[in-house]
């Protein structure tokens, strides 16, 4: 019945399997935020997947660094911060089970997908039914990832939503972001979020405001605005 398990496995740098987690007792959990942070030699998690995780809220960078990890699998959840939660998982293939999570009280998405090369679109467009139900930051939320197109945003409500900055920064497969850009928003940063996204022929801001706009369209040659 344990609250809180941050930090657990931090920096555990030669861990290169954990098993028997289908044992614990997760269900009065409000804190997994770091548990598995730089466990750089992770490759498998047995067990996770029967975590009931419901009154979890604190997931913030549980796998950040876990660069050798190849699939996760977590069910509904319904996290108020999960900035960077699976940052750097640069082998990340298969992620199961975000089209359960209830996201409406989430207000920090930071780095989220923050360098997981591996990723498919596939995968993101698992995340496609996501609601936001409070103000929120799409900050480096897919930088660096090999997204080619947002079409999984074209049915998200973004009126809420404070920040883009940097949110596809380095996304340099990214061919249509018009599922992200074609909302109405009233951004206080939209900095540098499409800034080295070399294969973007096109964007269209026409229903967005932004306080700042700073290198938002950086090393973008070929794009029409």
């Not at 019945?1 to 289908?22: K, R």
């Not at 029967?50 to 809220?57: E, I, Q």
Request: glycine share 6%; aromatic share 12%.
């Amino acid at each position: 019945n344990c609250t809180n398990v941050s930090h657990m496995f931090q920096n555990c740098t030669s861990l290169t399997e954990i098993v028997g987690l289908d044992t614990w007792n997760m269900s009065n959990c409000t804190n997994v935020s770091y548990i598995f942070y730089n466990c750089s030699s992770l490759t498998e998690i047995v067990g996770m997947d029967t975590w009931n995780m419901s009154n979890c809220t604190n997931i913030e960078s549980m796998f950040d660094g876990c660069k050798l990890l190849t699939s996760i699998k977590l069910y509904n959840l319904a996290p108020t911060y999960c900035s960077y939660i699976f940052s750097n998982c640069s082998s990340l293939t298969e992620l199961v089970g975000l089209d359960t999570w209830n996201m409406s009280n989430c207000t920090n998405f930071s780095g989220m997908f923050l360098g997981c090369s591996s990723l498919t679109d596939e995968v993101f467009n698992t995340i496609s039914n996501w609601q936001f139900g409070v103000p929120f930051s799409l900050y480096g939320t897919f930088k660096g990832t090999n997204i080619t197109n947002l079409d999984f945003a074209t049915n998200w409500d973004m009126s809420k939503c404070t920040s883009l900055e940097m949110t596809c920064f380095d996304c340099s497969k990214l061919v249509n972001a018009d599922g992200l850009t074609k909302h109405t928003m009233n951004l206080i940063r939209l900095n540098r979020c499409f800034e080295n996204c070399s294969s973007l022929d096109h964007l269209d801001f026409t229903g967005v405001k932004a306080e700042t706009w700073k290198g938002a369209f950086n090393r973008i040659p070929n794009c029409k605005y």
